[in-house]
């Protein structure tokens, strides 16, 4: 229905439209549709590339099938188009990236490296005397990936990162199609807020770059900022309050991440029960890293579990002295161990995988899938 839409207002403007189906990602189905698009008296002059598809997971859940899936019109189709034309004397080649492959995006890890495919294929023809541009789209408010996911583009927005209209589309799209361009990012963002959700950007040279050196650190003081006038509040605030404190900062961050009301969110009630999943438990925790100051591990949505249990745990990290002196657990939430003095024993690698399997079977998929996916983030930032 949008593509006859899109035909009728094409041919409105005296275009003359084919609509055709084909999978670009098939060779023989990317040479029928070159076939089909051009005429003796209409030779093709240009191609704009706009497939895609998604398949949202973090990096701990995905397979080759899923990658793959997520790669093949992006890449594949890409690819088949450059490789058939590149003889031809197109006017333009032109690939709708995403802003993912420029900003990344939690859970999208294929879906990022894919356009990043994009974005070097149009650079890879500039270098060999090809037209190339490739794009790098934030999300539409009307049409795209994101206007199909409601929720997604309200979470984006929220970070800071704002839709825009198809006209705005339209309008930036001519402004780039008349410049010597090779690859653009085009996305109404804000810096500060989009830094506020994800803090530890901070310190990357690319974004110092976009908002200045001095701003960057100035966003960077105010984590430290933000964990010192908390610790000040809970301090200033009676022993016996401080957890329900906590849980209201937690509950607010949870309602807004679940899309509920927070007084619907009992302290007690598992996050599974609730709908948390791996991708809203990450966000859940990147909220409570901006909201806290505090660096947490991913794993802490799901060992702690529930509201109640997550609120004490960030009240040890913030007031340490307070573990000695607050009240008991509530039932059904596990204590947590005084950190042991460190020892070093030395261990057979039998030993460590039988150690290594036994923790992973006692874990929960959600708790093990964040603990690797911690890893991952670790061995990324060295």
Partial sequence: EAARKLAGDLEQSGATVVLTAADVAQPAEAERLLREAETPNAPLRGVFHLAGILDDGLVTQQDTARFRRVMAPKIDGAWHLHRLTRERPLDFFVLYSSIASLLGSPGQTSYAAANSFLDALAAHRRATGLPGLSLSWGPFSEVGLAAAREVRGERLQDRGMASMSTQEGETSLAAILGRDETWVGIVSLNVARWLDFYPTLSASTFFSGLIGAAAASASAASVGHTHQALVAKLRATPAQL?????????????????????????????????????????????????????????????????LSSLARELLDRLLPESSETRPPPSPGETKPKAKPEVQVEAKTGAQLEAELRDRASAMSEEALLAELAQELDEVEGL
Wanted: proline share 5%; charged share 20%; aromatic share 4%.
């Fill in 242 to 306: 401080r957890i329900g404190q906590l849980e209201g900062v937690v509950r607010h961050q949870l309602a807004k991440v679940l899309q509920c009301k927070p007084e619907a969110i009992a302290p007690q009630i598992a996050f599974t029960s609730l709908g948390l999943e791996s991708l809203t438990g990450l966000e859940l925790r990147n909220r409570l890293e901006a909201e806290t100051g505090l660096r947490l591990p991913a794993t802490i949505i799901w060992t702690r579990g529930n």
